[in-house]
């Protein structure tokens, strides 16, 4: 079983809809996750950042944690075309110095 | 601006050449990265250092090399060695210190092989 598990997709969208990308992990030590976004042919951006379980919400963008389930999510509401991206889970236990990354999830906002 | 740098953006070499690809940073962090990106296959991590003199492999070390001679700089050979090169590669640097190893990227060299 890989650490981290994502559906590359890629996922279509209309625009204005809420797009909805999660990983699954297996790791129970992991308290730190992050959502990175990537352009085609850019290094990735960090999008969001969690500490432990809940959820955290900026702007258009909500990310959720729930660690019983070892389930994350990344919400996108009232989606454009300028988010469509490639969407990239990370998450690390702390201290460790090395990040978990799923493989990407790739998102097109069709205008 | 602070941040991080790769150069080039675009790399082509020849069957049987060494390339260096370049990693700078003036983020004044001390933890540095390399990851190769092929589609489909996610972020794997090629070597990383904490520390000035000092780097370890990762999960696919073999034919790259590296040095950190300087805390700014940690540049990426691509040996001839390594049996499929072209793919996309990610710089990357860390503050220390920061529990959350949340880990800052670079824009990426894309190299092919000829």
């Known amino acids: 079983q890989k650490e981290v598990e994502q559906d590359p997709g890629p996922l279509s969208v209309p625009e204005g809809a809420i797009v909805s990308l999660n990983c699954t992990y297996s790791?129970?030590?992991?308290?730190?996750f992050m959502w990175y976004r990537q352009y085609s042919r850019k290094g990735p951006e960090l999008l969001m950042y969690?500490?432990?379980?809940g959820n955290k919400e900026d702007g258009r963008f909500t990310a959720q944690v729930d660690k019983s389930s070892k389930y994350i999510s990344l919400f996108i509401r009232d989606s454009q075309p300028s988010d469509s991206a490639t969407y990239l889970c990370a998450m690390s236990a702390g201290g460790n110095n090395r990040l978990a990354f799923g493989k990407g999830n790739q998102v097109v906002v069709i205008p | 601006d602070g941040g991080i740098t790769q150069s080039p953006k675009y790399l082509f070499r020849k069957e049987g050449q060494n390339v260096t690809l370049s990693c700078e940073q003036n983020?004044?962090?001390?933890?540095m990265y390399w990851y190769r990106q092929d589609p489909g296959q996610g972020l794997r991590l090629i070597y990383y250092?904490?520390?000035?003199?000092?780097?370890q492999k990762g999960d696919i070390a073999e034919g790259y090399s590296v040095s950190r001679e300087k805390k700014e700089s940690f540049p990426l050979t691509v040996t001839s060695a390594q049996k499929n090169p072209t793919a996309f590669y990610l710089c990357a640097s860390r503050r220390s210190g920061e529990s959350t190893d949340t880990q800052y990227f670079g824009p990426g060299t894309r190299l092919t092989v000829l």
């Open positions: 790791n129970s030590a992991f308290q730190y």
């Open positions: 983020l004044n962090h001390d933890a």
């Open positions: 250092s904490q520390i000035v003199n000092d780097f």
């Open positions: 969690t500490y432990s379980s």
